[in-house]
């Protein structure tokens, strides 16, 4: 089946790394994603990574693929309070002509000085 | 600003109420999605329109009904709800050729329901 997990909660201190895992069921995902949410805010894409890749690196953001074990990680370096919010994991299915995208509970990460 | 966006932003309606939420899109895709959001659970796709075409109805009770007019806009017409679909309702587009068909999110609508 479809199934995409994270842990809810992540709490950090400002300055530090942040560190945020996701493992997925379907090996066929061509892509995951991670989304960020803002409190009152809709779904901000943050990165994403193509499926025959295991790292990817965005300024802050590095993303890590083992697609041996199906699981994904987002790491923010230099955590500022500024990026406390929901984080989305997601992995996309190939459905009718459009990618699926299959999303994690999300994670909660709380910067604190 | 994601080139989506939603009307109303809130929506407080009774259980007999008729309402409708919009999105609207000015980023040229193709495809266009509802979700459903509830506190401490995943995003749940309800509806998919690929084309102005409804290619995916994820079981959602017939109390919400969509529209899709043309690939800018869509719909969710709303009508005899219950308490338990008070939610954020978001809305996505996605392009559906080349590259990672990347899903662009509007700021939702927080319904409530009476």
């Known amino acids: 089946g479809e199934d995409v997990e994270q842990s809810l909660f992540l709490s950090v201190r400002e300055g530090d790394s942040s560190v945020i895992n996701c493992t997925y069921t379907d090996s066929s995902s061509t892509y995951l994603y991670w989304y960020k949410q803002e409190p009152g805010a809709g779904l901000q894409l943050l990165t994403y990574i193509f499926s025959n890749m295991d790292m990817k690196q965005d300024q802050r953001l590095t993303v890590l693929l083992n697609k041996k074990d199906k699981h994904l990680s987002l790491r923010i370096a230099d955590t500022q309070t500024g990026d406390s919010a929901i984080y989305f994991c997601?992995?996309?299915?190939?459905?009718?002509?459009?990618?699926?995208?299959?999303f994690g509970a999300g994670t909660r990460l709380a910067v604190h000085p | 600003e994601t080139g989506v966006t939603q009307t109303p932003r809130h929506l407080v309606m009774g259980m007999t109420n008729k309402k409708s939420l919009k999105c609207e899109q000015h980023?040229?895709?193709?495809?266009m999605y509802w979700y459903k959001q509830s506190a401490k659970k995943p995003l749940e796709l309800m509806f998919v329109?690929?084309?102005?075409?409804?290619?995916e109805n994820n079981s959602v009770p017939s109390r919400f009904s969509p529209e899709c007019p043309n690939s800018s806009h869509l719909f969710l017409h709303l009508h005899t709800l219950q308490p338990e679909d008070s939610a954020l309702y978001l809305c996505?587009?996605?392009?559906?050729?080349?590259?990672?068909?990347?899903?662009?999110f509007g700021p939702g609508t927080r319904l409530t329901v009476l």
């Open positions: 329109y690929n084309f102005k075409e409804q290619t």
């Open positions: 980023l040229g895709h193709n495809a």
């Open positions: 997601a992995e996309s299915i190939q459905s009718g002509g459009y990618n699926k995208l299959i």
């Open positions: 996505a587009s996605s392009p559906t050729s080349g590259g990672a068909h990347e899903q662009f």
